[in-house]
């Protein structure tokens, strides 16, 4: 053990929006199928931790801040989630933790947060374990994928920028069902310069979250079909992403949305997490885009909000239709523009 306590490790990182939707686990916090996304430059959690050394402790001890307020309920969660990984991090033993954490984007805002909260907190125990114990991970990114998974399935998909990949494909060398991998030196320019509006159809907390919508694929009628189709989209748009083909692309990824959603509506215990608005948004979409032949796409996430995907070179157009046309759908108005991210920074000392 090196000497410097307290131990700080800070970080932040973005979210990320599937294209091949993860939908349905196994065993511990492994996909059912592969998925692909890509990582936001604009909804990100910026993530603090400081460990004091502090002997014999039983349990995990921490005390965490959202947003500079103490937050009972995001302390549990992450109390649960660093009982499961202190297997790695031995010395959550002998170390109490004080978390600072906080979104660009606002609190319920109903964009997911938890890829971009995992993720940040995966990379700073990654960091800390490194200060700490003097052991460096050979793969630091590979390694943070892996634990942000054990706390959020899509999480792992965070810890790079570009395109990621997560899930075992068998044409993908070095997929894995435990981490994901960067794509991008397989992606044609012309994805490049993807930007994301995220439409707020409804802020708040979901009626189901997904960990629950997940587990009910267990029982769903159509699972297996799912699964096989999910594994033939994530062919299918890996060899898109290569081409450049930009009008398959649009057609995959909107069917993607909209089987997820499908799946909702025909489960066991069925939910609808979409709203007449978020529908309202889909229609004006395909309808502009049947008028202008512009290279712009829906996809959805587990809620009502609607990500508009375009390429940069339409974006004054795709910005006016925005505003023209899709703004009054939104609650209060809102909705937050994204381009492809970077990745996670370490701003420890920034
Ligand atoms: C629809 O990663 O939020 O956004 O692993 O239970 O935390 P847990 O679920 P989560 O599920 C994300 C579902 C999705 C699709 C995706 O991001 O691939």
């Given at each position: 053990m090196t000497e410097s306590n307290p131990y700080i490790a800070s970080w932040q990182s973005p979210s990320n929006i599937a294209l091949v939707k993860y939908w349905g686990k196994k065993g511990p916090?492994?996909?059912a199928n592969p998925s692909i996304s890509f990582t936001l430059d604009n909804a990100i959690t910026s993530t603090q931790i400081e460990a004091i050394h502090s002997e014999n402790q039983n349990q995990v001890s921490i005390e965490f801040y959202f947003e500079d307020a103490k937050n009972p309920a995001f302390e549990s969660k992450i109390l649960a989630y660093l009982d499961i990984v202190r297997s790695e991090f031995y010395w959550l033993a002998n170390h109490q933790l004080i978390i600072h954490s906080k979104n660009t984007?606002?609190?319920?805002?109903?964009?997911?947060?938890s890829a971009s909260a995992f993720s940040a907190l995966a990379l700073c125990l990654c960091d800390l374990h490194a200060q700490i114990t003097g052991e460096t991970f050979p793969n630091f990114y590979e390694k943070a994928s892996h634990w942000a998974r054990i706390g959020s399935g899509s999480a792992c998909r965070s810890v790079y920028g570009g395109f990621n990949l997560w899930g075992h494909s068998n044409n993908i060398l070095n997929s894995s069902d435990l981490h994901a991998i960067n794509i991008d030196e397989n992606v044609h320019d012309n994805f490049k310069t993807l930007t994301d509006t995220i439409l707020i159809v409804e802020k708040g907390?979901?009626?189901?979250?997904s960990t629950q919508g997940h587990a009910l694929?267990?029982?769903?009628?159509f699972a297996q079909l799912r699964y096989q189709l999910a594994n033939e989209n994530t062919n299918q748009l890996l060899s898109i992403l290569k081409s450049g083909e930009i009008k398959d692309f649009i057609g995959l990824v909107e069917a993607e949305a909209l089987m997820l959603h499908a799946l909702m509506m025909t489960s066991p215990t069925p939910f609808i997490l979409i709203k007449p608005n978020t529908l309202a948004v889909l229609e004006k979409i395909w309808e502009f885009r049947n008028q202008t032949d512009l290279n712009l796409l829906f996809t959805l996430d587990a809620g009502a909000n609607v990500h508009l995907i375009s390429t940069a070179e339409h974006n004054e157009q795709v910005q006016n239709f925005v505003k023209n046309?899709?703004?009054?759908?939104?609650q209060n108005g809102l909705y937050f523009c994204n381009a492809i991210g970077q990745g996670p920074k370490n701003i420890k000392n920034a």
């Amino acid at each position: 053990m090196t000497e410097s306590n307290p131990y700080i490790a800070s970080w932040q990182s973005p979210s990320n929006i599937a294209l091949v939707k993860y939908w349905g686990k196994k065993g511990p916090q492994l996909p059912a199928n592969p998925s692909i996304s890509f990582t936001l430059d604009n909804a990100i959690t910026s993530t603090q931790i400081e460990a004091i050394h502090s002997e014999n402790q039983n349990q995990v001890s921490i005390e965490f801040y959202f947003e500079d307020a103490k937050n009972p309920a995001f302390e549990s969660k992450i109390l649960a989630y660093l009982d499961i990984v202190r297997s790695e991090f031995y010395w959550l033993a002998n170390h109490q933790l004080i978390i600072h954490s906080k979104n660009t984007f606002p609190h319920s805002s109903g964009i997911a947060s938890s890829a971009s909260a995992f993720s940040a907190l995966a990379l700073c125990l990654c960091d800390l374990h490194a200060q700490i114990t003097g052991e460096t991970f050979p793969n630091f990114y590979e390694k943070a994928s892996h634990w942000a998974r054990i706390g959020s399935g899509s999480a792992c998909r965070s810890v790079y920028g570009g395109f990621n990949l997560w899930g075992h494909s068998n044409n993908i060398l070095n997929s894995s069902d435990l981490h994901a991998i960067n794509i991008d030196e397989n992606v044609h320019d012309n994805f490049k310069t993807l930007t994301d509006t995220i439409l707020i159809v409804e802020k708040g907390k979901k009626s189901v979250s997904s960990t629950q919508g997940h587990a009910l694929l267990k029982e769903h009628p159509f699972a297996q079909l799912r699964y096989q189709l999910a594994n033939e989209n994530t062919n299918q748009l890996l060899s898109i992403l290569k081409s450049g083909e930009i009008k398959d692309f649009i057609g995959l990824v909107e069917a993607e949305a909209l089987m997820l959603h499908a799946l909702m509506m025909t489960s066991p215990t069925p939910f609808i997490l979409i709203k007449p608005n978020t529908l309202a948004v889909l229609e004006k979409i395909w309808e502009f885009r049947n008028q202008t032949d512009l290279n712009l796409l829906f996809t959805l996430d587990a809620g009502a909000n609607v990500h508009l995907i375009s390429t940069a070179e339409h974006n004054e157009q795709v910005q006016n239709f925005v505003k023209n046309e899709l703004v009054g759908y939104c609650q209060n108005g809102l909705y937050f523009c994204n381009a492809i991210g970077q990745g996670p920074k370490n701003i420890k000392n920034a």
